[in-house]
């Protein structure tokens, strides 16, 4: 089975960068048929509450005061596209300024930090009710702490410790706590109290960047490792526009009622390649195929005869540009900083985001009040939807055609 290089990913500071989804969980538990989750990227800190409905109001509301209000506005948001997401991205855009990544469809490995954390989290809960599976709801809080406190592998600290630069106070040691400077063995002056907490402060920042690098190195050491033990099936295709390409039909893979579907779909025409590496296809009726479609999916297809396309593989469709530009700029499933060949190079941050104000004078209601505080308000009926925000555009050939191979 063939394989795509492997790469990097760019290692973001504390909640500079958190992965999101929700997931149902069955049977229901108080009312509670679902439980909102986020991660923090570097940190693995779970931030997750149960909901009745799933909902972009109760989403947002849920993001706004357990995300925002504690950690601050993230610079990125990693979500699928389910529609309660779509919405909640978009009001966090307009609101406050950050940045919606959301991941092509059949590839949920670009949000795997959140998919693997969904797996821990049911397991958890399974277990802390011990089979009772109808009390997870009482039980949730106890497991995100039990996460929060235990240590991780890929960083050698717990999530509780890189948040907040202490180890967590658990009852069994409640007198033994551990800093990151010494503790005081007395009363304090006011200057001496101000001093020690600048030196725990400074300490923490340390940490966080060391923390950081140590992640960073892990990425690299395992995409070096992946790429030394796959060297034989790896094949970087960086299919150019025009190419005619077979897209994998992921869907029918993992059912067990649709063995007789094909296995790969096409021919279709390679129209663009993202800034993430997934492709952006179209029929050879000039149709774009819904979304853009991972690397991963696209393999070559090898024509028997020529193909008559256009000379301008963008003549193919008729799609003004900016439709087209804004269908490439919308996904960053993959927001690779530096590729398989460059893996050399330091992996350095980004500056958090600037928080953007909102004008909301002039409202006398209360849901505007609430909007001036920073609640969201979202219409429930536009966004209960599950259904992908995935609309193929439909187009037609146009008369200037000439013969070009496939190669």
Same mark, same amino acid.
């Given at each position: 089975?063939?394989?795509i290089?492997p790469?990097v990913?760019q290692?973001?500071?504390?909640f500079?960068?958190?992965h ?14 679902? =439980? ?13 509450r149960?909901? &009745?409905n ?14 925002i209000? #504690? ?6 948001i990693?979500?699928?596209n ?9 009001? $966090? ?9 959301? =991941?092509?469809?059949y ?6 930090k959140?998919?693997r954390?969904h ?5 958890? $809960?399974?277990?802390?009710t011990?089979?009772?599976s ?20 890929g960083?050698?600290?717990s ?9 967590p =106070? ?9 800093? $990151? ?14 001093g020690? #907490?600048?030196k ?6 340390q ?5 950081? &690098? ?12 992946y &790429? ?15 190419r +005619? ?5 992921? #869907? ?6 649709s063995?007789?579907e ?15 590496g ?5 029929e050879?009726d ?9 690397q991963?999916?696209? =393999? ?16 193919l469709?008729?799609v003004?540009?900016?439709t $087209? ?13 530096y590729?398989?060949?460059? +893996? ?8 958090r985001v600037? +928080? ?10 209360d ?24 609309v ?9 055609k ?6």
């Open positions: 089975m063939l394989r290089p790469s990913t290692t973001p500071s504390l500079q960068k958190v999101c989804d929700t997931m149902i969980m069955s049977p229901a538990s108080n009312k509670c048929k679902y =439980i909102v989750h986020a991660r923090d990227s570097l940190s693995s800190w779970p931030e997750a149960a909901l &009745q799933e909902n972009a109001k109760a989403i947002a509301i849920w993001f706004f005061e357990d995300v209000c #504690r950690w601050s506005c993230p610079y990125k990693v979500t699928d389910g529609g309660p997401w779509v919405t909640v991205i978009q009001w $966090l855009k307009d609101k406050y300024g950050i940045t919606g990544i959301r =991941i092509t469809p590839n949920s490995q670009a949000n795997g959140i998919e954390g797996w821990d989290l049911r397991q958890a $809960l399974f277990k802390a011990s089979g009772n109808r009390k997870w709801f009482y039980f949730l809080p106890h497991v995100l702490w039990a996460d929060r406190i235990t240590i991780k592998r960083t050698g600290c999530p509780y410790f890189m948040a907040l630069g202490a180890h =106070i658990v009852p069994l040691d409640v007198v033994e706590a551990t800093w $990151l400077v010494k503790p005081p063995s007395g009363i304090l002056s006011t200057a001496d109290l101000i020690l #907490r600048a725990a402060l400074a300490k923490h920042a940490h966080v960047m060391e923390m950081r &690098q140590k992640v960073s190195k892990n990425k690299l050491d395992t995409v070096l490792r &790429q030394r033990e796959h060297k034989a099936t790896i094949v970087d295709y960086d299919f150019k526009p025009g +005619l390409v077979l897209m994998r039909n992921t #869907r029918v893979e993992d059912s067990l009622d063995k007789m094909p296995r790969y779909l096409g021919p279709l025409v390679v129209i663009r390649r993202t800034k993430g997934s492709y952006v296809l179209a050879l000039g149709s774009i195929v819904g979304g853009t479609v991972a991963f999916r696209v =393999i070559p297809y090898h024509a028997r005869h020529s193909v008559e396309l256009p000379k301008k593989i963008h003549d469709i008729d003004s540009p900016q $087209l530009k804004e269908l490439v700029d919308s996904d960053e499933s993959v927001p690779t900083e590729h398989y060949r460059t +893996l050399g190079k330091k992996l350095y941050g980004v500056d600037r +928080l953007q104000q909102s004008d909301t004078s002039g409202s006398d209601s849901d505007s009040a609430s909007e001036a505080e920073g609640y969201p308000q979202l219409n429930d009926d536009d966004s209960n939807s599950d259904e992908d925000d995935e193929p555009i439909t187009s037609r050939l146009r008369s200037s000439t013969a070009i191979g496939d190669g």
